[in-house]
């Protein structure tokens, strides 16, 4: 059994697919304006969907595909999915359209109208940044900003930034919202072994041990790294798991030994620990500057620590590989 996001509906053949599942959603991103960030929202497929859907089945022999929704429903769907203009953030379009000398982006001639509420959000943005004016004319900080392969708001910030003398801290920072998360799901996580592994002992007794800090989180981070350390030993001693919040209730830890259970407590204890752990990363400051303290953590360390600490805190390895080699701070200075 192959389960697949719409992933599938590209031109990749899967071999000995004969039966295909079809249940007519999909989960696209769209740009809310109220919130002002993108949201994933669960919608219906095209009709385009559902024929490429149909065609993984009998590619290479006889198939069939079953849909789970109605014939009625079939032929109400749109032709085609929405175009991506008219559910994205268009403000580094309009910035755009402004430095092409377009006085006003709304009667651009595009080959499909976007949305005219995401156009006037992002006027809104532009203004609030300084980058244009009242007079929607585009400002000296709006004709810098139209140099950065950016987000507007990202490079502002990066401007901004070079000011307060926190170049490369803020282009990491924008680095890692400009990637996919670097925190793992915990239900696609590995085996709950994987985070109690003997490395952890062993590397406590090795006083020569490297070190995975940066700059001023030195004392921090051993800190961490300890404390997790004797969490796994209590834990492998009395197999109990400790509360991890003030609300936690010490009689959740009796178990009933049923065969039922047993998945879910495992499920739980993985939860709790991965909880536990991550609760060790956490800046007061807010979620940028813990962002940056893992990546700062992950980046001091060489390639074996670097997969031991994601196994530890269940993050995503390849994830901060890409925001490693996302240098927009070289972008930043060639730019100002």
């Avoid at 696209?28 to 929202?41: A, E, H, P, Q, T």
């Avoid at 900003?145 to 950016?150: E, R, S």
């Avoid at 001091?300 to 269940?314: G, P």
């Amino acid at each position: 059994v192959i389960l697949s996001t719409n992933i599938a509906e590209t031109s990749v053949t899967i071999p000995n697919i004969k039966y295909v599942i079809d249940s007519g959603k999909v989960k696209i991103k769209y740009f809310d304006v109220n919130r002002g960030s993108n949201v994933l929202r669960v919608t219906q497929i095209s009709k385009d969907s559902a024929i490429q859907r149909s065609g993984r089945a009998g590619r290479e022999a006889p198939g069939q595909v079953y849909r789970i929704y109605t014939k009625e429903e079939y032929e109400n769907m749109n032709p085609f999915l929405i175009p991506e203009i008219f559910r994205s953030d268009l403000t580094q379009i309009y910035l755009e359209l402004k430095a092409m000398n377009i006085n006003n982006p709304l009667e651009f001639n595009f080959p499909e109208n976007p949305r005219k509420e995401l156009f006037v959000h992002s006027a809104k943005m532009l203004f609030k940044i300084n980058a244009i004016d009242m007079n929607n004319n585009l400002t000296d900080l709006g004709k810098k900003l139209c140099l950065f392969p950016l987000n507007p708001i990202y490079a502002n910030i990066l401007l901004c930034s070079i000011e307060f003398n926190c170049i490369d801290e803020i282009a990491t920072i924008v680095a890692l919202l400009n990637c996919d998360s670097i925190f793992l799901n915990y239900n696609f996580y590995e085996d709950l072994d994987t985070l109690n592994n003997d490395s952890l002992d062993k590397k406590k007794n090795n006083n020569e041990q490297k070190k995975i800090v940066h700059k001023n989180s030195v004392e921090d981070s051993k800190e961490n790294i300890n404390k997790l350390e004797n969490y796994d030993k209590k834990k492998g001693k009395n197999n109990n798991l400790e509360p991890y919040d003030d609300d936690h209730d010490d009689n959740d830890n009796d178990s009933n030994n049923n065969d039922d259970d047993m998945g879910e407590k495992k499920m739980n204890d993985k939860n709790k620990l991965i909880n536990v752990a991550r609760r060790k990363l956490i800046h007061p400051d807010g979620d940028h500057l813990t962002l940056l303290h893992i990546f700062y953590l992950w980046q001091e360390a060489d390639i074996k620590e670097k997969k031991h600490f994601c196994n530890i805190y269940a993050l995503n390895n390849e994830i901060l590989q890409q925001v490693k080699l996302y240098n927009i701070t070289n972008i930043s200075y060639d730019m100002v």
